[in-house]
């Protein structure tokens, strides 16, 4: 079982990034997804949540009308688009898969900055 973040970097505020996460070793449609982020001296917290299928997305308060959940099944990945940007998202950003078994990636950097 693999999930492999991508897209992380150094954005300016009110700058945007894609994030992505690659799963493979499990059946990828089976499982809901969720994004995480971890902030310098902060404990680990929920972003953003998908079903199985992609029907259904819920957000974290702080990163509504901002961040957008979704998912390609035919691809086993998930994405996070990031928009308006703000330094108080900076963060290591996880993916997580919710199934039989819970599994996690490793996390990708985003620095929010100018």
């Known amino acids: 079982v693999q999930l492999v973040e991508s897209g992380g970097g150094l954005v300016q505020p009110g700058g945007s990034l894609r994030l992505s996460c690659a799963a493979s070793?499990?059946?990828?449609?089976?499982?809901?997804m969720s994004w995480h982020r971890q902030g310098p001296g902060k404990e680990r917290v929920s972003v953003a949540f998908?079903?199985?299928?992609?029907?259904?997305?819920n957000y974290a308060d702080s990163v509504k009308g901002r961040f957008t959940i979704s998912r390609d099944n035919a691809k086993n990945t998930v994405y996070l688009q990031m928009n308006s940007l703000k330094p108080e998202d900076t963060s290591v950003y996880y993916c997580?898969?919710?199934?039989?078994?819970?599994?996690w990636g490793k996390g990708t950097l985003v620095t929010v900055s100018s």
């Open positions: 997580k898969a919710w199934g039989p078994g819970n599994y």
């Open positions: 070793g499990f059946t990828f449609s089976s499982y809901a």
């Open positions: 998908i079903t199985n299928d992609g029907g259904t997305a």
